[in-house]
């Protein structure tokens, strides 16, 4: 997959971002290193405090490019795989234009949730893969991550086995960013790491037990506004069909007698299930942001998992890749037919 | 969530204007009786049928849901079932995720094939009430 | 909202399972329902009368008509709208004959089902909002596929009315297999004569213009526009035509299909088409004993064709006829199940047939040997109770209508649906036999299942009729249930663009929003179940519609 590839040594990767933020209207998305963490952060004129890991999961970066469309700006993203993967179905979606970004995709070992508190994790690459060798220790949603490796988008920043850090372009533009680092291009090593095992099993569960699930459930709709892919400027449930309030409300339940409140939670999370199917990366942002603690990230997931498995599809690997569900052949699914 | 008076399924279907429906029809012209719990909507084509429908029509009571229409490659809109196919096929797969898989059934009858739609409609209601009978066997 | 519910009774179609009384009952008391009255016939004059005197007293705006399937009297109802001036498109139909009442049996259930589906219309209508008929400019010509006798009389009676013809036909001559008939009964005429007349006249038209050894090779467009590719031998033709007639015929029951019959295997088995051909040059002995089969290719579950060909006892006739006339001292012996004569004077042709010596033996032959003095035709006599086995130096088999070979080619290509013996289908048996579910593509003739010369020649000319009715006016309307879009909610992610099939919806590249090409939109609402947020809908079929009709089915009555 990798066209070329070079060794990021020490201060080259700072030297290049800095070199490109020179220039007017140029701009990197990533992550600042800080007091309380690493966070998010789009730099302007100059690199500092920027930092390539962030085990911290407070929320999938792609979210902030969603109706990107001047073709003015230049940005580098230098973001983890899922987010990297979103912003390739963003693209796809028309909800990105591409043109003057150039997506550099970070190996990322794990993380843990923002919500955690936990204090002091490693900042390197291998220290932090040895860190989250014990699965326990990450979010649920990254143990059954389906790519860690920063393989995906216009290119890739990948920790050797030895330690070291390589650039990898897979792309025309991955090019252009391999060209910001010093150095020439060499054959590249054994990385530390590997490609992720297939899902253990499809997913499976039951109504009983995704009401038990879901019961907590508020209606608070932050899953939906966190989710990087989940991108209608006005939701089906944002009107009174699914989920009326006031008069609709009333109506509603003299009509029908269904009263169990808040109204359609079952309806509403299953509906944006199949709608996300396609585009889900899995990076669990939705169940981060719930404040009842909902699994969310097991059930959107592992739904999407096996609907993107039963077309051979992957969201976010290839800008290029047809939708499932925009297209089709003649001649298929008849183990669907009755 | 769907719940037998009596013993008597609820099923909700989605039927093309071009060709199921029309077959629904010819089935009414040649008195062919089939279980007043089958009730149809119709559609233009079968891939209007939203999945946001389907689920909509489980929680709202409804047993099972059938959504039919043109045998592919003969769709009025030529190429509409395809979509159908593809969606639905989904849809199946997230409620087998759900052990739901029973309540949704995609099945195509031709505006000929008004035998067809009936034999369809009742196996399916049968089966519903059968699988009820049995749980409730359970249950006891 | 004040909507107006009328119950129809349909005689006691309707009324016979269903409890109509307790219908219009149940819905008096319902909120925004103004009327809710039943009466035996709505679509009678009276009955008509009765829903526009209701819509212009209580100055309603909604009305929902439950009675037979919606197709039926679409027209009619939409007038009555229109007559007291309310937009026809809100007015909602509920099947509740074809749907509720001839489908089940019992009263208290089939009275619930109809409240529930009459439920589902008031709901829905809620949600519809006037719109306006689209109306488009019509194409005064037709495409006739098909030569023979019934594409020959359509083509005729829409040049006589003025309209521009295009006739097509595959083989090299027009005439169909009327062509090849010898001495038709009863006109005692020859096919070749027949057609002859015809192609004749169509020949001297100047808004004719025929096709042979051409096949259609493309269709798409709509009614009252469709486009056409003809491949004719020098090259392809491009045409426009408001409107279609299929009229492609038949195929002759292929008689290997019954291998017991020995036909292709021995010479002096042929069918009625052969003999029509070598009824002069049969060379038989001086006094020849001939056998003629009756429904042979019809009739007969075992092989896949239950249904009768209609014209097959007729040809058995004048096969028997032929020969006592040819040759004196012959033994013709017709063996049937039926001699369905159906036609005028065709009783008396069978009267005729046997007073000039014809022998009629009810029975099913089960074989025919061919051996070195004659045909062995074994079976049993129905009549007599017992078996038979006697020689004869000929058989004549009487073949059926099989359905013609191109049926399944162009029943994809121009989106019409074949029976279930694969001949073409009507759209409704009764009240609409030349009419495809296609609107602007009509049948005519044996295409759309058995019938005589003089049937044909009647449906095609009853489809040039229907489709001249179509066209005359030189525009149609069109209806408005096309996908529009709600630009204020559309995210421009252009997924319906993408899986319209009719590439009917265009991305704007400044507003970053889509828009329908309202022309090449076909109504399929794909794009309103693909889209996410339902930003696109389908006029007619609007989501809040269609969800309040689903909850309407399976609420508690």
């Given amino acids: 997959m990798q066209t070329q590839a070079k060794e990021i040594k020490e201060g080259a990767l700072e030297k290049g971002l800095n070199r490109f933020l020179g220039d007017e209207g140029c701009l990197v998305f990533g992550f600042e290193g800080g007091p309380v963490g690493v966070r998010h952060r789009i730099f302007k004129g100059a690199i500092d405090g920027h930092v390539l890991f962030n085990p911290y999961f407070d929320v999938n970066g792609a979210l902030y490019l969603r109706r990107l469309f001047s073709k003015g700006a230049k940005i580098i993203l230098m973001l983890r795989p899922c987010e990297i993967r979103s912003y390739v179905e963003l693209v796809k979606l028309t909800q990105v234009e591409p043109e003057g970004i150039i997506a550099v995709s970070v190996d990322c070992p794990g993380t843990v949730s923002s919500k955690e508190k936990v204090a002091d994790l490693p900042a390197d690459g291998p220290g932090l893969a040895a860190y989250f060798k014990a699965e326990d220790k990450m979010r649920p949603a990254c143990r059954t991550c389906r790519e860690r490796r920063g393989v995906v988008g216009d290119a890739g920043v990948r920790i050797a086995a030895d330690g070291s850090l390589w650039a990898c372009s897979y792309t025309e533009k991955g090019d252009a960013f391999l060209g910001l680092i010093e150095g020439d291009p060499a054959a590249v090593p054994g990385m530390l790491l590997g490609e992720s095992g297939a899902p253990k099993g499809p997913f499976h569960t039951d109504m009983a037990a995704f009401a038990k699930d879901f019961a907590p459930c ?104 047809a939708i499932p569900y925009l297209t089709f052949q003649e001649d298929e699914l008849h183990d669907a037919e009755d | 969530m769907g719940e037998q008076t009596e013993g008597r399924p609820q099923i909700v279907g989605f039927a093309c204007s071009f060709c199921t429906f029309k077959a629904s029809e010819m089935a009414g012209s040649l008195r062919m009786k089939y279980p007043d719990g089958v009730r149809i909507v119709q559609v233009p084509c079968s891939s209007r049928v939203d999945p946001a429908f389907v689920i909509k029509s489980i929680f709202d009571g409804a047993d099972a849901v059938f959504v039919a229409g043109c045998h592919p490659g003969d769709c009025h809109f030529i190429k509409g079932n395809y979509f159908t196919r593809r969606k639905m096929a989904a849809l199946k797969e997230m409620l087998d995720a759900f052990s739901m898989k029973e309540k949704l059934r995609l099945f195509w009858v031709s505006a000929a094939e008004a035998r067809r739609f009936v034999q369809k409609v009742t196996a399916l209601y049968d089966g519903i009430k059968e699988a009820a009978h049995a749980d409730a066997g359970k249950r006891n | 909202m004040k909507t107006g519910i009328f119950i129809c009774h349909c005689g006691h179609n309707i009324k016979h399972t269903v409890d109509v009384r307790k219908v219009r009952d149940y819905f008096s008391a319902f909120p925004n329902v103004v009327v809710s009255s039943d009466y035996p016939f709505v679509c009678s004059e009276p009955g008509q009368e009765m829903i526009r005197e209701s819509i212009e007293k209580e100055g309603l705006d909604r009305v929902v008509i439950a009675s037979c399937t919606p197709s039926l009297h679409d027209e009619l109802f939409k007038d009555v709208l229109r007559k007291s001036r309310l937009n026809p498109f809100l007015l909602r139909r509920v099947g509740i004959r074809e749907h509720c009442s001839w489908v089940g049996d019992d009263v208290a259930r089939n009275t619930e089902k109809a409240i529930r589906l009459i439920r589902a219309g008031l709901y829905s209508a809620a949600h519809y909002v006037p719109l306006e008929e689209k109306m488009v400019e019509v194409t005064k010509s037709a495409l006739i596929v098909g030569g023979g006798v019934s594409g020959l009389s359509a083509a005729l009676f829409l040049s006589n009315m003025g309209m521009r013809v295009y006739l097509v036909e595959k083989g090299p001559v027009l005439g169909g297999h009327v062509r090849t008939l010898k001495d038709i009964w009863p006109i005692r005429k020859d096919g070749a004569a027949v057609v002859g007349e015809m192609e004749a006249e169509l020949r001297e038209s100047e808004n004719v213009e025929i ?251 009853a489809s040039g009729v229907k489709l001249y009715g179509f066209l005359s006016a030189g525009f149609a309307a069109v209806d408005p249930f096309v996908a529009v879009v709600d630009i204020k909610r559309c995210s421009g992610c252009r997924m319906c663009e993408r899986a319209c099939v009719a590439k009917a919806i265009k991305f704007d590249e400044a507003a970053r929003v889509v828009h329908v090409e309202e022309a090449a939109c076909m109504g399929c609402g794909l794009c309103n179940s693909t889209c996410p947020s339902s930003s696109i809908g389908l006029r007619g079929y609007i989501d809040s519609a269609l969800d309040d009709e689903i909850a309407a089915l399976v609420e508690a009555v």
Avoid: W
């Fill in chain 1, 218 to 321: 508020i209606m608070c709709k932050n899953c939906r506004d966190v989710c990087p892919v989940c991108y209608c400027i006005d939701c089906l449930f944002n009107g009174d069909e699914y989920l009326p309030k006031g008069d609709a409300l009333l109506n509603k339940v003299l009509r029908t007698g269904q009263g169990a409140m808040p109204q359609g939670r079952e309806v509403f999370h299953l509906v944006r299930m199949f709608h996300v199917s396609q585009s889900c990366v899995g990076c669990g942002a939705c169940e981060e942001a719930c404040p009842q603690s909902i699994p969310l990230a097991a059930y959107f997931k592992g739904i999407s998992e096996r609907l993107q498995e039963m077309f051979g599809y992957m969201s976010g690997r290839n800008a290029d890749e």
């Fill in chain 3, 211 to 461: 096709f042979t050894s051409t096949t259609v090779t493309n269709f798409e467009g709509a009614f009252g526009n469709y486009r056409a590719t003809l491949h004719t031998p020098e090259g392809d033709r491009e045409i426009t035509a408001g409107g279609c007639i299929v009229a492609i015929g038949f195929s002759p029951f292929d008689a290997t299909a019954k291998p017991e019959l020995a036909y292709g295997k021995d010479g002096r088995v042929m069918t009625t088409v052969d003999f029509e051909q070598r009824a002069d040059s049969l060379s038989l002995p001086a006094k020849p004993r001939v056998a003629i089969l009756h429904c042979i290719g019809s009739r007969d579950e075992q092989i896949g064709r239950p249904y009768c060909s209609r014209v097959c006892c007729i040809n058995a006739l004048r096969t028997a006829e032929a020969v006592r006339q040819r040759y004196e001292n012959s033994y013709v012996e017709c063996f049937y199940m039926d001699v369905r004569a159906h036609p005028r004077g065709g009783e008396e042709f069978f009267e005729e047939t046997q007073e000039k010596g014809a022998l009629f033996t009810r029975g099913n032959v089960a074989e025919i040997i061919p051996g070195p003095k004659g045909l062995l035709v074994r079976g049993e006599d129905t009549l007599l109770g017992e078996t038979f086995e006697r020689e004869f130096d000929l058989a004549v088999l009487s073949v059926g209508m099989s359905p013609p070979a191109d049926s399944a080619a162009i029943a994809s290509l121009m989106k019409i649906t074949l029976d279930k013996d694969r001949f073409f289908l009507e759209a409704h048996v009764k009240l609409r036999p030349y009419d495809t579910a296609v609107k602007g593509i009509f049948i005519a003739g044996t295409c759309s299942g058995p019938k005589d010369m003089e049937e044909a020649i009647n449906h095609g000319r």
